[in-house]
Each structure stands twice: as C-alpha cells, then as structure tokens.
C-alpha cells in the first residue's frame, strides 16, 4: 500500500489519477458485495442502473424491516441489509463499497438522502472525472428502494 | 515491481543516461558560432547520424522534434487543406490533427487490425488523396502493417505515404528505403533514450512546411533552440539499438516471453480473448480482454497487489470517457474495449515477470467477474 502522498505513478496528490488510500482500501476490501449468481439473494428490492457500453453498471439488492422507532412508537422502514454487485473502475467499486456501509440501518427515507456528495466525503475524495461512478451507485440504491416501494 | 509497460514509455538505457550527462557539460547553444557552439552542435550531428544510421536514412533526412506527437502534427501539417487518407486505428496525434487540418478519409482494419488491400485499394482511388498515413506497429495491439506494400500502392495512386514507427523502431526492422516511405516518425523514450525528443524522416525532396517557426534551426524545418541534452541521449539510444541489434533481441528473447504470457492467460484465466494478432505483431506487445471484468480495475488490482504495471483500453483510464478507439476498430465492441489491458515488454524483461503475472491475473479476473452484473459465456450456458 501506498502511504505517501505521492502515488506509485509519481504524480503528487490531488491530481486526476491519483485515488485516496481510503478509496484503495475499499477497492481492495469491498463491503456487502455479492459474489456470484445473485438470484439467491432474497431481496426485498433490486435497482440496476448503468449501461456496459460507457463502461460502468451497477446492481444494487436491499433487505427492508419494519421497525418501531423508539422515540417516536412510529413503524419505519429500515434497510437491514445490502448488497451489490458492479462491472465498474476501481472508483464505482469503491463508492459502491461506501454506499453501501452508509445505507446499512437508515430508514429508507434517510438512505435516499445520502448524496453523492457524501460517499465522495466518505471516501476522502474522489478524481474528478470519477464522479459519476458515485452518483451511479446512488442511483442504483434510489432504483432499488423505489422498486421495494412499488411492491409494499 | 513488475513493469510491463514498456509501449508507454522504457526506463532510459544507461548508455543514454551517460551520453546526456556529458552533453549537460557542453554550455553551448548549437547554434552559436563560437567553441561551445561548435562543440555542441558536433554531439548533436554525431546523435543525428545515428539516429539515421538506425533507419538507413541520409543525416540530412532527420529533423529533430519534440517527440512522436510533434512529428505527425508535423505532417499532417504540411499537408494541411489536402484530401488525406488515415488508418482507424492510428495514434490521436496523427488521426485527430489529420481531422482538424486535413479533408480527412478513415480506412477500416480487419479484426486483426490490419488493412485488407481491396478495401484500400478501393479508397485510393475513390478519394484520390495527397497523403497516406499508417502506421508501422501499433500502440495497443502491436499489429504490424505491411507499409512496404501500402507505400507502394500509395505511390502508384500519386500519393505520399507517411508511417508513424514509434513503437516499431528497436523492435522491428525499421528500413526508409526497403520500406519506400516518404515520411516517417520516430520517439526517442520507446527504445530507452530520453522523454521529449523525437524525430521525423523527411526523404529528400519531400514538400516539407515547417510547424513550428522562427528560427532557422533545423535547416528552417524546426524553429526552436537544439535541446542538446535530449538529443544526445536519443543518439546514444540508436546506436545501442543498432550495435545491439535489438530487433533481433526482441525477437529471440522477447517474442517468446509474449507468447508464453498469451498461451498461459489462456489456459489460467477463464473467460479471456487475446486481442493481438501473435503472428503478425510487434514482439513485445499483448493485448487481452477479460469477459465482464473491466479493465482499470484489473489494472489496478494488479498494480496493488501485485506491483505488477500495465495499461488498459478501458473508458475509465482514457481521461475523455471513451473506449479505445483502436479496439473500437478493431472489434466494434464497447464490452472488449473496456474490458482490455495491454502488457508490453522491453528488453529488461524476464520469465519471472511472465510467471508473477500469471500468480495474480487468474484470481483478480475471477473475483471482478463474480462481482459483475455482467455474465460471463460460461453463465448465460448454465
């Protein structure tokens, strides 16, 4: 792993190519994704959005609960649990990686919230011209709750 | 680390290292006419006459440049406003300035990526052009155009022929007069000299408009003071290229590592298609696609895991959101383009470089496809 602020390219932080250690640690350890045939996952709702023409496509598959909120005695919908599967760069792996930690326990209301902005934040930054990986993956999270919605 | 992007650029040769620290103790510009001038424009004819010597030109046949790129802005220049005919799968610094200044026709390539003749055939004379430009070896998939034959077929159409050899010089033969061209480019980082310093062939008598000017450096074909230092180093590169005769190095030592690489790839990575056409390519080049698995993420698990550096076609490398046009050419296929990584050898390489490949590829391919919403042949079967 690359520590420095240098990458291994030898261009200095901040320019274009150049992804943070927290984006590398997620590409090299992604969380909740789904290895394999995803028609054995139970899921309450399914989002794919993307095109493997431009390169990138993401599936995002969410498990919802009700839950009583303790402060309010309201039942809400939690996302219990997530998982996802991309053909994308190292950047769509990485923020689908980030989403998908920031998703886990929201209220479906709350988790449709989470902006593109705040993976990139979550991930110390992201090049540029990669943030439309983010935003891909947060569409694939909005297509997958609105897909549980029209069924529920 | 493992470096296996030698197309992109090769570590600078220690002869070539050498040579420029002797030329940064010649404080002449060589242009002057006192000593120092003297002194430096003498290293530089001694670099030119290498450089020429490597492709059996005539010194007078070199101009310096700063590079590839600036040769074939060159000629696309010089023939600026004419009806030009360039191959698809050429380098951007040639296709896009062609488009920009020229009446610009593409011709097609095979899968292989090689020109069929009857289609050329055909372009020459619908289009009756000025110029031809195709390229010797290419970039990304190492394909080598038979240039002696399409110069030829140029000529007999009225037309001149230019052939960008970046890659081919050092891995091939690379001969001005067996080959017949009018034009031809050469880079000095792709065979250990220096960044920034390249060259054009001009055969005599070549209409010739200079791209830069200003200055009557270059016998008025380049403006701009003699980069000295670059320049010695580029020469001292040629002559390593034709003392050692590398093309024959590549050739014994280097052709088989490819095509080891290129038959364990297929036998270790499921799902895998080689891109370069083996028989008909530069020595040192390998281009594959990974079903469903995309490319820069393949080249990056490689890079971190396993120190191991290479290229990819894919969208998400290029800077501009686009696949590989070259594979986009070749095989009309996005998925293919995406999904491609380029391993290119030079003349340090080694077995162990092949065999630390093929430890980390197999597992990185098999994990990115598992985790693809794309399916694999091998799944739509199932």
Not at chain 2, 18 to 40: E, F, I, W, Y
Not at chain 2, 196 to 209: D, N, Q, R, W
Not at chain 2, 299 to 315: N, R
Not at chain 2, 351 to 357: I, T
Request: proline share 4%.
């Amino acid at each position: 792993m690359i520590k420095s602020k240098t990458a291994a390219n030898g261009f200095a932080a901040g320019t274009p190519w150049v992804y943070t250690d927290i984006v590398k640690e997620h590409f090299l350890n992604p969380r909740n994704f789904l290895m394999g045939d995803e028609t054995k996952y139970q899921a309450d709702g399914k989002g794919i959005v993307g095109n493997p023409i431009c390169g990138d496509q993401m599936l995002m598959m969410i498990q919802v609960e009700a839950k009583k909120n303790p402060k309010t005695g309201k039942k809400e919908s939690i996302i219990k649990d997530v998982k996802w599967k991309t053909y994308g760069c190292a950047s769509a792996i990485a923020s689908t990686s980030a989403l998908s930690e920031l998703a886990k326990g929201k209220t479906l209301d709350s988790a449709l919230k989470i902006s593109a902005e705040e993976i990139e934040s979550y991930l110390g930054g992201l090049p540029k011209h990669k943030f439309h990986c983010s935003v891909l993956g947060h569409e694939a999270l909005a297509s997958a709750i609105q897909d549980y919605r029209n069924h529920h | 680390m493992v470096y296996l992007d030698y197309s992109a650029t090769t570590p600078l040769l220690p002869c070539a290292k050498k040579a420029m620290l002797k030329a940064m103790d010649l404080p002449g510009n060589a242009s002057s006419l006192h000593t120092p001038g003297h002194l430096a424009m003498n290293a530089i004819e001694d670099a030119r006459d290498n450089i020429a010597n490597l492709i059996n030109a005539d010194p007078q046949e070199i101009v310096f440049t700063s590079g590839g790129s600036e040769s074939n802005n060159t000629v696309t220049n010089i023939f600026a406003g004419e009806k030009v005919l360039v191959s698809a799968i050429e380098h951007p610094s040639l296709l896009e300035s062609a488009k920009v200044r020229c009446k610009a026709t593409t011709i097609p390539v095979q899968k292989s990526g090689e020109i069929d003749f009857a289609t050329y055939q055909n372009l020459l004379s619908k289009t009756s052009p000025k110029l031809v430009s195709i390229m010797l070896g290419n970039n990304e998939i190492g394909t080598i155009e038979n240039v002696k034959k399409l110069a030829k077929l140029a000529h007999q159409s009225g037309a001149l022929f230019h052939t960008d050899a970046t890659q081919a010089l050092g891995k091939i033969l690379v001969d001005v007069k067996s080959l017949d061209v009018d034009y031809l480019t050469l880079s000095s980082h792709k065979i250990g000299g220096p960044i920034g310093i390249g060259a054009l062939y001009v055969k005599k008598g070549s209409p010739f408009t200079p791209l830069i000017i200003g200055g009557h450096q270059e016998k008025s074909r380049r403006a701009g003071t003699y980069q000295t230092i670059n320049i010695c180093g580029f020469g001292a590169a040629a002559q390593y290229a034709l003392q050692k005769n590398t093309p024959q190095i590549f050739a014994q030592k280097i052709r088989p590592l490819r095509d080891l690489l290129a038959k364990e790839i297929l036998a270790k990575v499921p799902f895998a298609s080689i891109n370069t056409p083996l028989k008909n390519s530069l020595p040192n080049i390998l281009n594959c696609s990974f079903e469903a698995a995309e490319g820069e993420s393949i080249q990056l698990y490689l890079d971190l895991e396993g120190k191991i550096v290479t290229s990819t076609g894919s969208a998400c490398a290029s800077g501009d959101g686009k696949p590989s046009h070259v594979l986009m050419a070749t095989h009309h296929d996005a998925e293919v383009a995406h999904a491609s990584v380029r391993f290119s050898f030079g003349l340090e390489s080694t077995k162990s470089d092949v065999q630390n490949v093929i430890k980390y590829l197999p597992d990185i391919v098999k994990r990115l496809q598992g985790i693809s919403t794309l399916k694999t042949k091998g799944d739509q079967n199932d």
